[in-house]
T-cell receptor, first 114, second 116 residues
Framework: KAGVTQTPRYLIKTRGQQVTLSCSPI?????VSWYQQTPGQGLQFLFE???????NKGNFPGRFSGRQFSNSRSEMNVSTLELGDSALYLC?????????????FGPGTRLLVL | AQKITQTQPGMFVQEKEAVTLDCTYD???????LFWYKQPSSGEMIFLIY??????QNATEGRYSLNFQKARKSANLVISASQLGDSAMYFC?????????????FGTGTRLTVIP
C-alpha cells in the first residue's frame, strides 16, 4: 500500500497570508490527524478528522482549521499567518475505528513564514 | 504534569552495540497505548513499536524491543545491534482516553547518534 502523502513538501509564505496543506491517507484509512512540530513546543496535536467530521481538537487558535473529504483526503488551513506558525506540519492516518490504533505519518510539510 | 517524559536529549552508541532510550509516562487511565517513533532528518515519523497497557509481554519488532514496566510507568526502547542508519530523533508517545482517539501526546525526543 502507498503511504501517507502530503503536499506541498515545502512552502514559504509571508505574514498575514493564508495557506492550505493537503494530506492523502493510506488507502482504507478513514482517520486523519494533524500535528505541528516546532523546536520550541515540540509535537502538538492540532485536530483529527474521521468520516468527514472533526472528532478531536487540540489547543490551537481558530486560525487553524481543517476538513476531510469523502475520499478521506484532508486539508488544513491556516489563515492570517504569523511568524510562529513556521513549523513542520505532519499528518497521520489510521483506520479510525479499532480502538487504540497505530498512526502512520506522512513526510510532512515544512512551512516558513517570513 | 507531563504525560510523557524523555530525560535524555542526546545519546551516543557505538555501532553494533545496544542502546536504551528512556521514556516515562503519566496517566490515570487503565487503558492506554504507548508508541515509539523514529524521525530522521528528512522529517517523516516512522512507527517502530507499540505496547498496550494490558499486553502481558513486552513488545518486540526486529531489533526494537520495549522494556515495559507498568508499575514504574516506564516504556524504554531498546535498540539492539545499532546501525549507522539508526541515527535519528526518537519519540515516545502515548494515547489514553483523556487524549482521545488518535491524539498522540509526544515526549520531547532523544537524538541518537551511532558512532562508526
Amino acid at each position: 500500500k502507498a503511504g501517507v502523502t502530503q503536499t506541498p513538501r515545502y512552502l514559504i509564505k509571508t505574514r498575514g497570508q493564508q495557506v492550505t496543506l493537503s494530506c492523502s491517507p493510506i488507502s482504507g484509512h478513514r482517520s486523519v490527524s494533524w500535528y505541528q512540530q516546532t523546536p520550541g513546543q515540540g509535537l502538538q496535536f492540532l485536530f483529527e478528522y474521521f468520516s468527514e467530521t472533526q472528532r478531536n481538537k487540540g489547543n490551537f487558535p481558530g486560525r487553524f482549521s481543517g476538513r476531510q473529504f469523502s475520499n478521506s483526503r484532508s486539508e488544513m488551513n491556516v489563515s492570517t499567518l504569523e511568524l510562529g506558525d513556521s513549523a513542520l506540519y505532519l499528518c497521520a492516518s489510521s483506520a479510525g475505528d479499532r480502538g487504540v490504533e497505530t498512526q502512520y505519518f506522512g513526510p510532512g510539510t515544512r512551512l516558513l513564514v517570513l | 504534569a507531563q504525560k510523557i517524559t524523555q530525560t535524555q536529549p542526546g545519546m551516543f552508541v557505538q555501532e553494533k552495540e545496544a542502546v536504551t532510550l528512556d521514556c516515562t509516562y503519566d496517566t490515570s487511565d487503565p487503558s492506554y497505548g504507548l508508541f515509539w517513533y523514529k524521525q530522521p532528518s528528512s522529517g517523516e515519523m516512522i512507527f517502530l513499536i507499540y505496547q498496550g497497557s494490558y499486553d502481558q509481554q513486552n513488545a518486540t519488532e526486529g531489533r526494537y524491543s520495549l522494556n515495559f514496566q507498568k508499575a514504574r510507568k516506564s516504556a524504554n526502547l531498546v535498540i539492539s545491534a545499532s546501525q549507522l542508519g539508526d541515527s535519528a530523533m526518537y519519540f515516545c508517545a502515548m494515547r489514553d482516553k483523556q487524549t482521545g482517539a488518535n491524539n498522540l501526546f509526544f515526549g520531547t525526543g532523544t537524538r541518537l547518534t551511532v558512532i562508526p
